[in-house]
């Protein structure tokens, strides 16, 4: 009789590594209850997938958002999943040694495709530049319904990977295409990634973004409208805001176009200044923030409904794929705002609570969350003094804390950082995230789990 294969080793030693760490969280009351942690511990396919991405959030920004919003004692909904590990998240260079800092095009196109790739490339080669498929790709293939939302616009990197091939990330609307020249349609390319995004009939699209679907599409069938026209000739449904959104019905494609640019932050507060700031309280409203605007809880809500009403429709026995992305996280690191930056951290858990809550429901469902990258805010001692930008807040607990930005030069955008990000995870294949992955990994499990061929 033939010895176990190295699959069956493997899955073998990750299921023994779970088991241990079933027995010893569980016994420190890290989880809701000891059936949820050992009901995780399981192989076998999922119906639905959810992909949480919460964009540079690294341990030092969950933390920040934890310490401020719940206490330091207390736990939001992302650390609540049942199994946790962390995977790597270096880029590559075109020769494909490492490029250890990741943008957010590079690292999703990891999770996308299963492949390193250089920085700014959406889900093509490193070197040779080729289209890979993505998961998206492929849960459209095998009958899955697919859905993507962001607060940042949809031409983004994150959202990008998954429903577009570019050469440069910057290639988001047809006007846009100075570093594409190849995927150009007039070239015999697909075209932006806007213009790619509607042209995949993803069936959700909600986020912002609305000046690159405003654009007009210069070659090809859809020549002379704007890349909204060219959606709704495709059929989709588009709506602008949450009364919009609420009235969206199945069966036909959504495109949610909720700002010009980004989705605005939900929180306000001063920005990290040379030598600190007072302490301060951070406002959890903003008045640039339209009150028409849905929450990113709210379009993760009604994503999951339509995909899941689409599929009963056509009575399929596969179900969806969504991912759900927190994007300013990451834009206001960069901008070394910590109450922006909080804010937009909590406004992600309560769409991470909303997938939990279905997938109490739907046992069958995968849940994951994770970031693309880490960033680049440090909680410091009160007395240290940071060469770089810092700011005091007061916490919900009523003590102080201070954060540091020291990734760049003051009055220079904070930077990205190389360390490797949490992943957690819960329903059929969550073993897979234990340990220390690659992100690439990511892509695998997803492909497994759900059988994409």
């Known amino acids: 009789m033939p010895g176990p294969t190295r699959r069956h080793l493997t899955v073998a030693t990750a299921l023994v590594a779970a088991t241990a760490a079933v027995a010893v969280a569980t016994s420190a009351g890290a989880f809701d209850?000891?059936?949820?942690?050992?009901?995780?511990?399981?192989?076998?396919?999922?119906?639905?997938?959810?992909?949480?991405?919460?964009?540079?959030?690294?341990?030092?920004?969950?933390?920040?958002?934890?310490?401020?919003?719940?206490?330091?004692n207390g736990r939001l909904n992302m650390d609540k999943f049942p199994l946790t590990g962390a995977y790597t998240t270096y880029a590559v260079h075109a020769d494909g040694t490492p490029d250890y800092v990741t943008d957010s095009a590079a690292s999703g196109t990891g999770w996308a495709t299963g492949i390193k790739t250089v920085n700014g490339r959406i889900s093509k080669t490193p070197g040779t530049d080729k289209a890979v498929p993505t998961l998206l790709e492929l849960a459209k293939k095998n009958g899955y319904a697919t859905g993507s939302v962001t607060t940042a616009e949809l031409t983004d990197a994150t959202p990008a990977v998954l429903a577009s091939h570019a050469t440069d990330r910057s290639c988001q609307g047809p006007a846009d295409m100075a570093k594409c020249p190849t995927d150009t349609i007039a070239a015999g390319g697909p075209g932006s990634i806007a213009e790619q995004s509607v042209n995949h009939k993803v069936d959700v699209l909600l986020g912002g973004g609305k000046q690159r679907f405003d654009q007009k599409v210069t070659d090809g069938r859809y020549k002379g409208l704007t890349v909204t026209e060219q959606a709704q000739k495709l059929g989709y449904q588009v709506v602008t805001d949450r009364?919009?959104?609420?009235?969206?019905?199945?069966?036909k494609p959504v495109l949610g176009l909720f700002a010009t640019g980004n989705v605005p932050v939900e929180w306000t507060g001063k920005a990290a200044a040379v030598g600190g700031t007072d302490a301060q309280r951070c406002v959890t409203s903003n008045p640039n923030r339209p009150a028409t605007a849905p929450s990113l809880a709210d379009s993760a809500t009604k994503a999951i409904q339509l995909l899941e009403a689409k599929q009963k429709a056509k009575h399929s026995n596969q179900g969806f794929f969504l991912q759900i992305e927190g994007a300013s996280i990451d834009k206001q690191d960069h901008a070394a705002d910590p109450c922006g930056q909080i804010g937009e951290t909590a406004a992600f858990d309560r769409a991470v609570k909303v997938a939990r809550a279905y997938a109490a429901k739907h046992p069958d469902t995968l849940v994951f969350t994770t970031a693309d990258h880490g960033h680049t805010s440090q909680i410091v001692p009160l007395e240290a003094t940071p060469p770089g930008l810092s700011s005091t807040l007061v916490t919900n607990e009523g003590q102080q804390l201070k954060v540091n930005y020291s990734t760049n030069t003051p009055g220079r955008s904070q930077e990205h950082t190389g360390t490797q990000v949490r992943i957690a995870a819960q329903g059929p294949q969550a073993?897979?995230?234990?340990?220390?992955?690659?992100?690439?990994?990511?892509?695998?499990?997803?492909?497994?789990?759900?059988?994409?061929r």
Do not use: C, H, P
């Open 243 to 251: 009364a919009g959104l609420k009235g969206a019905k199945a069966g």
């Open 33 to 72: 209850n000891e059936k949820q942690a050992k009901d995780a511990i399981k192989g076998g396919k999922a119906k639905n997938v959810i992909l949480l991405i919460g964009d540079g959030m690294g341990d030092s920004e969950i933390t920040l958002a934890r310490d401020y919003t719940v206490g330091a």
């Open 431 to 452: 073993f897979r995230v234990l340990g220390v992955t690659n992100q690439t990994d990511l892509f695998t499990t997803i492909r497994e789990a759900l059988r994409l």
